[in-house]
């Protein structure tokens, strides 16, 4: 499926466009999860520049060889290469006089297949490509595979110019794919593709959001139904025991001990899985703020990405259910709202982040904080000035002094002791205030987050 419409990437298509411009050879790796619009930008990069587009395959080399010479020899003019040497040769020509792109989507299937093509083409760049005006475009989605291209060991150190590792696109251009669904809609929308561009083009804007799951979520054969499965699949040699590690983190095992339990893995074997996935970005560590990393026993696991929560949570325990038509979807939509909860809190961190963009907020890093049984939704410290302490919840009618009032007992159990302001998200308040115990406090409802994408 190709985007109809290409949405936000400046940033990237930026830096591709300052290192287009400079003098010389460029080898740029760009990478990221599986959808999250690699190609797309390269695409939309390089419109109407002269070029030479290329899907890797997992096959033999000789065989990839063959079919980048013939693709070259149709769009760019006849060569017959017998080595990689000769392939790279002509394209050294072609970029004698202009500059030239060459762009291999999924460049890490090459890396898989066969990892000596790493010192092959660090030869090539050395003494062929590196005086010319040649620009290599290397893409891939398996992160770890490509990430270890940045590694000093790697033979393809020092050869690179630039590298950019592609994110989900924030919840404020989802509008941009749905522009008329409402800001409750977009939450829930969001809640499933988690700013995924693919998953977002599946939708029709013209439907409600439960007919755009049905359609496409909750529809046997459709790309979202199984793309669960097939982000592990793809990259690990053990799909299900990661899928059973991603299930019992989801279902609220956060720590090694309660993981172990859950998923039947000992304990001794778990960090090696748990590092693999943090390392693909499904899952993240997640540690209070106010403690350095290093000196702390109080790391949780979370699943990272919001497909691939709502894909363990809605879709595959009910697959059966879905296969037959028979799933519930008045309990699901009970379950979903529920869920949004976690969501809205990410939208409410992406607030204060998007606030420091447009520079109405100092630059703060942004974190939650836990112990015991207290918990804070988000913190944000700045490097001087008031600390911000947040709270968000998925419910309507919300009194903001009842809030704030619990908020600021809970600050009482954090170690800092410097001034700070309260920040409360919520669905709608019937009550806002301004000021809690001489702290000042800021109310942020859906039609505040609806400016915000408005002004975007």
């Not at 560590?285 to 696991?301: G, I, M, N, Q, S």
């Not at 309990?331 to 606030?355: A, D, H, M, P, T």
């Amino acid at each position: 499926m190709i985007l109809k419409k290409f949405v936000d990437r400046e940033k990237e298509l930026k830096f591709l466009e300052k290192r287009y411009g400079s003098n010389g050879f460029e080898f740029i790796i760009l990478y990221g999860r599986r959808r999250v619009g690699k190609t797309r930008l390269v695409w939309e990069f390089m419109k109407k520049r002269p070029g030479l587009y290329f899907m890797a395959r997992k096959e033999r080399m000789k065989l990839e060889l063959r079919r980048i010479s013939e693709k070259f020899s149709k769009e760019i003019r006849y060569v017959n290469p017998r080595t990689w040497d000769e392939f790279f040769s002509e394209l050294a020509k072609e970029s004698e006089s202009k500059r030239f792109i060459l762009a291999i989507d999924e460049f890490s299937y090459w890396v898989e297949s066969d990892p000596n093509f790493l010192t092959t083409l660090q030869s090539i760049i050395d003494e062929k490509l590196s005086k010319t005006n040649l620009m290599i475009i290397a893409t891939g989605s398996l992160i770890g595979t490509m990430e270890s291209l940045l590694s000093y060991k790697n033979p393809l150190y020092g050869r690179r110019t630039g590298d950019w590792k592609l994110e989900p696109l924030p919840f404020w251009v989802v509008h941009d794919f749905l522009p008329r669904y409402s800001i409750k809609d977009l939450i829930r929308m969001y809640g499933l593709t988690g700013g995924i561009p693919l998953y977002l083009e599946s939708m029709d804007s013209s439907l409600s959001w439960l007919e755009n799951m049905k359609n496409t979520v909750f529809s046997k054969g459709h790309i979202l139904y199984s793309d669960g499965y097939r982000l592990l699949a793809d990259e690990l040699r053990e799909p299900y025991t990661y899928l059973n590690i991603l299930l019992a983190i989801n279902e609220g095992a956060t720590k090694l001990a309660e993981i172990s339990s859950k998923s039947g893995i000992p304990v001794t074997n778990l960090p090696k899985y748990l590092k693999t996935l943090e390392h693909m970005r499904v899952l993240a560590r997640e540690y209070p703020v106010f403690k350095e990393k290093k000196k702390t026993t109080k790391a949780l696991w979370k699943v990272n990405d919001n497909y691939m929560r709502f894909w363990l949570s809605f879709v595959y325990p009910y697959a059966d259910e879905i296969d037959l038509g028979t799933y519930d979807f008045q309990r699901f939509k009970v379950q979903y709202n529920q869920y949004l909860g976690l969501v809205f809190e990410e939208i409410s961190r992406q607030y204060l982040v998007e606030l420091m963009k447009r520079g109405k907020l100092p630059s703060i890093r942004i974190g939650r904080w836990w112990h015991k049984d207290k918990e804070i939704d988000m913190v944000g410290i700045p490097k001087e000035g008031p600390v911000v302490f947040g709270e968000a919840k998925w419910k309507d009618d919300l009194d903001a002094r009842v809030m704030a009032e619990s908020l600021y007992e809970r600050i009482k159990y954090v170690p800092y002791d410097g001034e700070y302001e309260m920040w409360l998200f919520g669905k709608g308040f019937k009550k806002k205030v301004r000021k809690y115990e001489g702290v000042k406090v800021k109310c942020v409802d859906l039609r505040g987050i609806e400016r915000m994408i408005r002004k975007k």
